[in-house]
C-alpha cells in the first residue's frame, strides 16, 4: 500500500526544483503547472511552508525560495513562466537561464528559449546575442510593447509576445 508520500512524492520535489529553480512565482503559475491537482498542491505548498522549505507572500500571492521574496522578484521571469505554462502541456523539461535568456524548455523535440527584451532595452540585448554561435534553439521573444519588434533582431526567433498582468500571453510574428 503507498503512503501519502509515496503518492505526492513526484509533485512535491517538482515545486521545490521549481520555486528553487525561478526563484519567486505567483501562487496561481504553481497551481497551472499541475492542472487538475489544485487541491494536492494546495496541500504540498502548505505542508512545504510550514516546514519551511519555501516562503509565501499571502500580500502578493507568491511563493519564494528565500525569506526575502522582494529581492528575488522578477517582472521578466514572473512573465516568461506565464510564456512557458502555454506550453507546459507539451513541455518536457525546462529550467531557468542565464542573461538574456529567461528560461529555457524542450517540446515537441526542440529546443525553446524565452529571451526578455524590457522597453528601452533592444539594443542591448541584441548586442548581447549578437556574437553567439548560431544554435539549434528557437527563440520566443517577450517584449513589453508591440511597438519594440522592429528594433529586435535576434537570429532563430520563432515569433514574440506579450504578457498581460493576468498572465494571458499573446503572439506576434513577423511576416
Known amino acids: 500500500m503507498k503512503t501519502r508520500s509515496d503518492l505526492y512524492s513526484r ?5 521545490l526544483r521549481v520555486v528553487s529553480e525561478y526563484k519567486t512565482l505567483l501562487s ?3 497551481y497551472r503547472l499541475f492542472p487538475g491537482k489544485e487541491a494536492v498542491i494546495t496541500n504540498l505548498l502548505t505542508y512545504l511552508t510550514k516546514q519551511g522549505r519555501i516562503i509565501y507572500n499571502p500580500r502578493a500571492e507568491r ?9 528575488s522578484l522578477d517582472p ?16 518536457e ?13 524542450f517540446a515537441d523535440c526542440e529546443m525553446y528559449e524565452v529571451i526578455h527584451v ?20 528557437r527563440r520566443i521573444i517577450l517584449i ?32
Not at 11 to 15: G, H, S, V, W
Not at 118 to 130: F, R, S, T, W
Open 28 to 30: 496561481e503559475q504553481l
Open 144 to 175: 513589453d510593447n508591440q511597438e519594440q519588434i522592429p528594433d529586435i533582431n535576434i537570429a532563430n526567433t520563432a515569433g514574440f509576445c506579450t504578457v498581460d498582468a493576468d498572465g494571458s500571453v499573446h503572439y506576434y510574428k513577423l511576416e
Open 11 to 15: 509533485e512535491a520535489a517538482e515545486l
Open 63 to 71: 511563493y519564494s525560495a528565500n525569506e526575502d521574496c522582494e529581492a
Open 118 to 137: 524590457p522597453y528601452g532595452q533592444e539594443m542591448v540585448i541584441n548586442h548581447a546575442l549578437k556574437g553567439q554561435p548560431e544554435e539549434a534553439s
Open 93 to 105: 523539461y525546462h529550467f531557468a537561464s542565464d542573461f538574456p535568456v529567461k528560461l529555457s524548455f
Open 76 to 91: 521578466g521571469m514572473i512573465a516568461a513562466f506565464w510564456v512557458l505554462l502555454d506550453f507546459i502541456d507539451k513541455a
